[in-house]
C-alpha cells in the first residue's frame, strides 16, 4: 500500500501580513514558510499508520506543488518520516491548476491513499482534494477526523452535525482530513532530520493546465476593537453599551 | 563569513521550539514550585535525540554539529531551564567527555546508552570546599591495583539522582596536587554511594541537585578516563565545551523573558496607550534586544569555532560570561516591564529572573570566566 500525503507551504500562522503592489499581493520578507498545519496532521497519521500495520504500507510520499523554496518544507516532511518526496516545478495559481498536477503524480505511481488537509491556512480554498478525487475518478471522503487501517480494511470517521458517521470505503481514495485526525504534529527526531537530506526529493516538470481562476486583490480584515472594561459599580453600563456600541439587541 | 543557518539547523530549533512550546509550557510552573523532576520530558527529548545530539552516529547520538546544539538549547530554556541543565550537563560535559577521552569500550558500554537517552549522566566535580577551586579535591580515590577506592563527598550535582552514571573527579596522588587527580565513570548503583536529599534551589527547581557521598566505592581500573592523573585537564577540557550549553541556556533565559515582556508591552495599557509606547518600556525593550543578540552572536561564534577544530575555550568563556550577566539584567527588567504581574509565578518572568541567577554561578562563576579571559590576554 502506498500513501501520497499533498503538502502545501503556507506562512507560519503567527505571520502578520502585509500586503503590497495595490493588495495583489503579500510581502514575504522574513516570512517563515511551515507545512500546513492540516496536511502536517495527516502526515502524522500516515505516519502512524505505517507505523502500526507492520509491513503493510510501502511508502509514504509527499507532493508539493510550488517553486525551489518551498523544498524547506518538503524537506521537513521528510524529517518527520515520508520515505520521498516530489515537487512538482510551478507557481501555482489556482486549485484546479494545483489538482490537475498531483493528480498526475498519483496516477503515475498509483498511489493507494491520498490524503489532503482540508484546507490551506493561507487561502482556506478547500478545494483540491475534491478536485484530485475527480480527476482520478476515485472516492473522495471530506472532513475526515479518523482514519483506520484493519485486516486490510479501511474505514474512516466523518464529522456530522452533532455527531460522527463511519465510513468504509475501497482503494484507492482521497481523505479530506481535518482536525482529529492526529492528535498532535510529529516533531521531528534527530535521525530523521540527518536522514532527511539523503532521503530523494524528485522535481518534476508540471503539465499543461488551465488556471480557473484569478484574484483581483486582497483585503485584510478590519482590526479587532480593542476590550473594554466596565467598573464593577457601573455594571449597568453593559447594557447600554451592548445596545448602543454593540447593537448587539 | 555566512550568518545563514542551514536547513537542518533550523529544523532542530524548530523542533526544540515545538516540543518546548507545545509540551514543556504545560507543567512548567508546577514542576518549579513542587521541585519535580522531569521524567516524562527527559524521555520524550531522548526519543527526539536531544540528549546526546551532539555525539557521533556511530555511538548512537544525532551527528549534529554544536551550532544546532546552540539553537536548541536556547528554544528548551525560553521555557524551561531546568531541562536545559539536564541537557547541557549530558550533552557537554558527560557525553562530550566520553566521546572525546574515553576508549572504544568505554564508549560503547557508557556513551551510547547516555547518547540514546535511555541513561542521563551527572559531571562530580564539586566539592564542600572545592568550587571555583577545583584542584582542592578531597575525594581520594586510592589506588588499590586492579580498582580505585573512592571516598569523599561531591556536592550540587545535577542528575545527582536521576543520573545512571557518574563521572567523578578524584585525587589519586594527593603529592601532585592537581597533576594527581583522576577522572572514574561510577556505576550510580556502585555499593557505598549515598545520595543526599534534593537540595531546595532558587531556581531550575525541576532539576535534581543534590550531594553525593562515596564510602569505598570500587571502581574498576578499566573505568578511568585517560592516562594516571589526566583528571584535572579532562575536568577543564570538558567544561570548555560545558561552558557553550550554560552560555546558550541563559541566552535562552534571556529571549524568554525578552519575549515575554515584548508581548505584554504591546497588549498592556497605561496612561491611555501601550507600555511599548511608552519611551521608557521601548528604550528598555531595545536595551534588551541588543544583548541578546550580543549573547547570542558570542554563543554561535564558540560553538562554530568548536565545530571548526579550532581553540574556543576563550570564546566559551566570553560567551558563558556575557550571556550569564545579560541573562539577569533582562530577566530583572522583563519583571520590571509586567510590573506587579511580573512578580507572579503565572507570567514566567519571576523564575526566569531566579533561573538566570545559576547561570552566573555554575560551571565557572562569571568571576572564573574573566580568570580565564583575563589570562588569555597575556599570553
Redesign the interface.
Known amino acids: 500500500m502506498k500513501i501520497l500525503v499533498c503538502i502545501s507551504n503556507v506562512p507560519d500562522t503567527t505571520t502578520k501580513i502585509k500586503l503590497v503592489n495595490e493588495n495583489t499581493d503579500f510581502d514575504r520578507t522574513g516570512v517563515q514558510w511551515i507545512i500546513n498545519p492540516w496536511d502536517e496532521l495527516a502526515l502524522t497519521r500516515a505516519m502512524e499508520l505505517k507505523e502500526s500495520t507492520a509491513g503493510l504500507i510501502e511508502k509514504i510520499t509527499v507532493v508539493n506543488v510550488g517553486k525551489k523554496e518551498n523544498e ?1 518544507t518538503l ?2 516532511a521528510l ?1 518527520v518520516g515520508a520515505d520521498d518526496a516530489i515537487r512538482v516545478e510551478a507557481d501555482p495559481k489556482d486549485a484546479y491548476y494545483v489538482a490537475v498536477q498531483i493528480a498526475k503524480v498519483a496516477k503515475e505511481e498509483a498511489y493507494d491513499i491520498i490524503l489532503a488537509g482540508i484546507e490551506s491556512s493561507d487561502y482556506n480554498g478547500a478545494a483540491v482534494g475534491g478536485m484530485v478525487a475527480e480527476m482520478l475518478d476515485i472516492p473522495s471522503v471530506s472532513s475526515v477526523s479518523g482514519l483506520f487501517i484493519e485486516d486490510g480494511k479501511v474505514s474512516l470517521n466523518r464529522e456530522i452535525d452533532g455527531g460522527q458517521e463511519v465510513l468504509s470505503t475501497e482503494l484507492p481514495f482521497v481523505a479530506i482530513v481535518q482536525k482529529g485526525i492526529s492528535i ?2 510529529r ?5 530523521g ?2 536522514m ?2 539523503k532521503k530523494p526529493l524528485t522535481v518534476v516538470d508540471a503539465v499543461e493546465a488551465d488556471v480557473l481562476t484569478g484574484f483581483v486583490n486582497y483585503e485584510l480584515p478590519q482590526a479587532k476593537s480593542a476590550c473594554k472594561m466596565i467598573d464593577e459599580e457601573n455594571a449597568g453600563d453593559l447594557i447600554k453599551l451592548l445596545h448602543t456600541e454593540a447593537k448587539a439587541f | 563569513m555566512n550568518f545563514e543557518f542551514t536547513e537542518e539547523q533550523i529544523m532542530i530549533q524548530q523542533a526544540a521550539r515545538d516540543y518546548a512550546q507545545r509540551e514543556l509550557i504545560k507543567d512548567v510552573i508546577e514542576r518549579d514550585e513542587k521541585a519535580i523532576f522531569p521524567t516524562h520530558h527527559v524521555k520524550a527529548l531522548a526519543e527526539l535525540g536531544f540528549l546526546g545530539m551532539l555525539v557521533d552516529v556511530e555511538y548512537d547520538g544525532g551527528g549534529m554539529d554544536t551550532v544546532s546544539y546552540v539553537l536548541a538549547m536556547e528554544e528548551i530554556s525560553k521555557i524551561d531551564s531546568s531541562l536545559g541543565v539536564i541537557m547541557s550537563v549530558n550533552n557537554s560535559l558527560v557525553c562530550y567527555g566520553l566521546e572525546e577521552y574515553g576508549t572504544e569500550e568505554q564508549k560503547q558500554k557508557y556513551l551510547k546508552p547516555l547518547a540514546r537517552g535511555d541513561k542521563i549522566g551527572a559531571f562530580l566535580l564539586s566539592e564542600p570546599e572545592a568550587g571555583s577551586d577545583a584542584t582542592k579535591q578531597h575525594t581520594i580515590a586510592e589506588d588499590k591495583g586492579d580498582y580505585y577506592l573512592v571516598n569523599g563527598t561531591k556536592n550540587w550535582i545535577t542528575n545527582g539522582n536521576s543520573a545512571g552514571t557518574y563521572l567523578v573527579i578524584a585525587q589519586t596522588h594527593p603529592e601532585k596536587k592537581h597533576h594527581g587527580i583522576n577522572a572514574l565513570i561510577v556505576d550510580r548503583n556502585s555499593e557505598g554511594i549515598t545520595v543526599g536529599p534534593h537540595e531546595k534551589k532558587m531556581g531550575m527547581r525541576s532539576s535534581d541537585t543534590h550531594s553525593v557521598m562515596f564510602t569505598d566505592v570500587k571502581v574498576p581500573k578499566e573505568n578511568r578516563i585517560g592516562e594516571d592523573g589526566f583528571g584535572f585537564k579532562f575536568a577543564m577540557k570538558t567544561l570548555d565545551g560545558g561552558r557553550i550549553g550554560i552560555a546558550s541556556q541563559a541566552l535562552g533565559i534571556a529571549s524568554g523573558a525578552f519575549e515575554r515582556a515584548l508581548q505584554y508591552s504591546k497588549e498592556r495599557k497605561a496612561f491611555g496607550t501601550e507600555l511599548f509606547n511608552h519611551q521608557s518600556v521601548a528604550f528598555k525593550l531595545s536595551d534588551m534586544a541588543v544583548k541578546i543578540e550580543n549573547a547570542r552572536n558570542l554563543c554561535i561564534k564558540a560553538a562554530w569555532l568548536k565545530d571548526q577544530g579550532k581553540p574556543y575555550g576563550v570564546a566559551s568563556a566570553m560567551a558563558k560570561q556575557y550571556a550569564a550577566d545579560i541573562a539577569m539584567e533582562v530577566t530583572t527588567e522583563a519583571v520590571q516591564i509586567h510590573g506587579g504581574y511580573g512578580y507572579v509565578a503565572e507570567y514566567h518572568v519571576e523564575r526566569l529572573m531566579r533561573e538566570a541567577k545559576l547561570t552566573q554561578i555554575y560551571e565557572g562563576t562569571s568571576e572564573i570566566q574573566k580568570v580565564v579571559i583575563s589570562r588569555s590576554l597575556l599570553r
Open positions: 524547506g524537506r521537513k524529517a498532535d504534529p516533531i521531528p527526531a534527530m535521525r532530520i540527518m532527511a537530506r
